[in-house]
T-cell receptor
Framework: AQKVTQAQTEISVVEKEDVTLDCVYE???????LFWYKQPPSGELVFLIR??????QNEISGRYSWNFQKSTSSFNFTITASQVVDSAVYFCALIQNNQGGKLIFGQGTELSVKP | EAEVAQSPRYKITEKSQAVAFWCDPISGHATLYWYRQILGQGPELLVQFQDESVVDDSQLPKDRFSAERLKGVDSTLKIQPAELGDSAMYLC????????????FGQGTRLTVV
C-alpha cells in the first residue's frame, strides 16, 4: 500500500529562521514520483517540485531546497530564511507509476512564520 | 498564464439539496481530476478522467455523487442529495496526460452543507 506521512502538524517560526518540513513515504513500486505543494489561505494548491524515484539529486531553488533519500524513504523540504509570505499549509504527495497520475497526499504541515 | 478555472468559489446549501461544481482545465490537458479535501486533511481523489472517459472513480460515493466530462474538456461534479458530511473543499486539477503527472490545481469550491 502507498502512504505519505507528514508527522509535523504545525510548525511556528520567527521570520528569517530556517525550517525543515518532514515527509516519509511508503510504496512498493520502484518507479514513483514525489511532489511538494503549497496551499495558502486562498485554497489553491501551488506546485513546488516533482522528483522521480531515479533521481536522488538534491535540489535548490532560491530559498527552497529538497533532500530526497531513498534509503530512508524521505523527501524533506527546507525553507531558508523564512518569510511571512511562506505561511501556508504544505503537502507532500506521491504518485506510483501504475496509478495513472493519482496523487496520494500526506496530512499537511501548517507553517506559521511570525514577523 | 494558463490556469484551471473552478466555479463557484463558495457554496452554501441545505442538507438534501442538489449542488454542482464546474471545472475548466488548462487547454490541451487530457487528464482531469476531482479531489475532496476535508478541513485539516490532505486532498483525496474522487474521480479521474482521461479525455471523456473515467479512469478511476473507486473513491466516488456513487449513490449521491456523479461526474461527467462529456466533450473531454470541462467537467461537472454533482452531489444529490447533499449531506452534512459533504462539507469540504472540492479541488479540480488537470495534467497533460497520465504520463506527465504534474498536476495543476484550481482555487477550489468550498462547500458548506447546513
Amino acid at each position: 500500500a502507498q502512504k505519505v506521512t507528514q508527522a509535523q502538524t504545525e510548525i511556528s517560526v520567527v521570520e528569517k529562521e530556517d525550517v525543515t518540513l518532514d515527509c516519509v513515504y511508503e510504496t512498493r513500486d520502484t518507479t514513483y514520483y514525489l511532489f511538494w505543494y503549497k496551499q495558502p489561505p486562498s485554497g489553491e494548491l501551488v506546485f513546488l517540485i516533482r522528483r522521480n524515484s531515479f533521481d536522488e539529486q538534491n535540489e535548490i531553488s532560491g530559498r527552497y531546497s529538497w533532500n530526497f533519500q531513498k534509503s530512508t524513504s524521505s523527501f524533506n523540504f527546507t525553507i531558508t530564511a523564512s518569510q511571512v509570505v511562506d505561511s501556508a499549509v504544505y503537502f507532500c504527495a506521491l504518485i506510483q507509476n501504475n496509478q495513472g497520475g493519482k496523487l496520494i497526499f500526506g496530512q499537511g504541515t501548517e507553517l506559521s512564520v511570525k514577523p | 498564464e494558463a490556469e484551471v478555472a473552478q466555479s463557484p468559489r463558495y457554496k452554501i446549501t441545505e442538507k438534501s439539496q442538489a449542488v454542482a461544481f464546474w471545472c475548466d482545465p488548462i487547454s490541451g490537458h487530457a487528464t482531469l481530476y476531482w479531489y475532496r479535501q476535508i478541513l485539516g486533511q490532505g486532498p483525496e481523489l474522487l474521480v479521474q478522467f482521461q479525455d471523456e472517459s473515467v479512469v478511476d472513480d473507486s473513491q466516488l460515493p456513487k449513490d449521491r455523487f456523479s461526474a461527467e466530462r462529456l466533450k473531454g474538456v470541462d467537467s461537472t461534479l454533482k452531489i444529490q442529495p447533499a449531506e452534512l458530511g459533504d462539507s469540504a473543499m472540492y479541488l479540480c486539477a488537470s495534467s497533460l496526460d497520465v504520463n506527465n503527472p504534474e498536476a495543476f490545481f484550481g482555487q477550489g469550491t468550498r462547500l458548506t452543507v447546513v
